[in-house]
């Protein structure tokens, strides 16, 4: 548990798209199952911090779900 929030909080942290309206989903990663909140539009791949497996990648303005399961969208 203490894993997810950390690695949520470097998300937020890293990126650009907290100034963007807010589209984002929380997945789980079909690898390893940590939960991962992510922009739906991401413009980059975006991997998982705990298994290195790709969650997304961008696909016309929308983040294409590769390896992991939405778990809840978020507004
Ligand atoms: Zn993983």
């Not at 789980?28 to 990648?57: H, K, M, N, P, Y």
Request: overall charge neutral.
């Amino acid at each position: 548990m203490l894993r997810v929030r950390e690695q949520r909080n470097l998300n937020w942290l890293t990126s650009e798209v907290i100034f963007m309206a807010s589209n984002f989903l929380k997945v789980s990663c079909r690898d390893c199952g940590a939960e991962v909140v992510i922009f739906s539009r991401a413009t980059s791949v975006v991997s998982c911090s705990v298994c290195g497996a790709t969650l997304t990648a961008p696909s016309g303005g929308k983040a294409d779900l590769i390896g992991c399961n939405v778990v809840e969208a978020l507004e």
